[in-house]
């Protein structure tokens, strides 16, 4: 029976990737100003319920955080004192970062979306007065210490991040010296750190590669670069595209990226898109190829 689960597994694989796929696909090439309004409605909608979530996880977790000293405080039980020191303080800080930290990326993938479908109103419908992401993004791409200080989001963050890692370290602090050596309280402060940072590392990783994928630009013809190159190398190894790995997407690069899409029950538009990327990046990379092989 085992073994049997174990061959079918690839085929349930392969069968959440179809499934995944037949909500993202969309046929209908057909587009309508006021529906693509109503989208843009919907998400920025998304952005404002991030932040007021964000506002009501930091509201709640200072009352809470407030109410686990007063209570550590109070209480006459040296040993009852210790675990909220040691462990319930320290734990609600995590919780409460980790929680606010997950609605701030929520809201900075619907802010991505938005200058996608800033872009696309312009282009296709010429409504260019939507810029307010536009505009957004081009700060969050600078990078270095200078970038930094001019950008008050992401010093909001980290001073927010430090608070609460300072609280619970802080806490540990205090009621480190209460318990015997490597107790289980001792163990517990400094599994839940290393553990509350990772999840941050991982949630702030993720994200950011959502939102890279998302700012990438469409590609379609007459583009040039890399991306092309990858894209007619793909092609390729899906025995679509005969021409030339030049980098530059030509006629014969659409017509191979339509069969491409045909074939996978996309909209045949010869345009690498969110749905036809999705599908593209799931298929095994292909590596670039040389000077030698170009000529």
């Given at each position: 029976?085992?073994?049997?689960?174990?061959?079918?597994?690839?085929?349930?694989?392969?069968?959440?990737?179809?499934?995944a796929r037949h909500w993202l696909v969309r046929k209908n090439g057909k587009v309508n100003d006021k529906v693509l309004l109503e989208e843009y409605r919907a998400v920025r909608a998304e952005v404002n319920t991030s932040l007021q979530a964000q506002i009501s996880?930091?509201?709640?977790?200072?009352?809470?955080?407030?109410?686990?000293?007063?209570?550590?405080?109070?209480?006459s039980n040296p040993k009852f004192r210790d675990m909220f020191l040691l462990v319930l303080v320290p734990l609600l800080c995590y919780l409460v970062l980790t929680v606010w930290f997950a609605e701030v990326m929520r809201m900075l993938r619907a802010g991505t979306?938005?200058?996608?479908?800033?872009?696309?109103?312009?282009?296709?419908?010429?409504?260019?007065a939507l810029t307010w992401e536009?505009?957004?993004?081009?700060?969050?791409?600078?990078?270095?210490?200078?970038?930094?200080?001019?950008d008050p989001d992401r010093f909001r963050m980290l001073a927010i991040a430090l608070l609460f890692w300072t609280i619970a370290g802080t806490s540990i602090v205090i009621g480190w010296g209460a318990v015997g050596a490597y107790s289980w309280q001792h163990i517990f402060a400094i599994s839940a750190l290393v553990i509350s940072v990772a999840v941050l590392v991982?949630?702030?990783?993720?994200?950011?590669?959502?939102?890279?994928?998302?700012?990438?630009?469409?590609?379609?013809?007459?583009?040039?670069?890399k991306d092309v190159v990858e894209l007619q190398g793909l092609l390729q190894a899906e025995q679509l595209y005969g021409g030339q790995i030049d980098g530059v997407f030509g006629s014969k690069t659409v017509d191979a990226l339509s069969a491409f899409q045909q074939r996978n029950d996309l909209e045949a538009d010869g345009i690498v898109g969110l749905p036809t990327r999705t599908v593209l990046e799931q298929r095994k990379p292909v590596p670039l190829p040389t000077k030698g092989e170009n000529q």
């Open positions: 029976m085992g073994r049997l689960s174990r061959q079918s597994s690839p085929r349930r694989q392969t069968d959440r990737e179809a499934d996880v930091l509201a709640f977790g200072a009352a809470t955080l407030g109410f686990a000293f007063a209570a550590a405080a109070q209480t979306f938005l200058m996608r479908l800033e872009k696309r109103l312009d282009e296709d419908f010429g409504h260019g536009s505009t957004i993004f081009q700060a969050r791409c600078q990078r270095g210490p200078g970038a930094f200080l001019r991982w949630l702030y990783v993720l994200r950011v590669g959502e939102v890279r994928s998302l700012a990438r630009p469409l590609l379609r013809k007459g583009a040039e670069g």
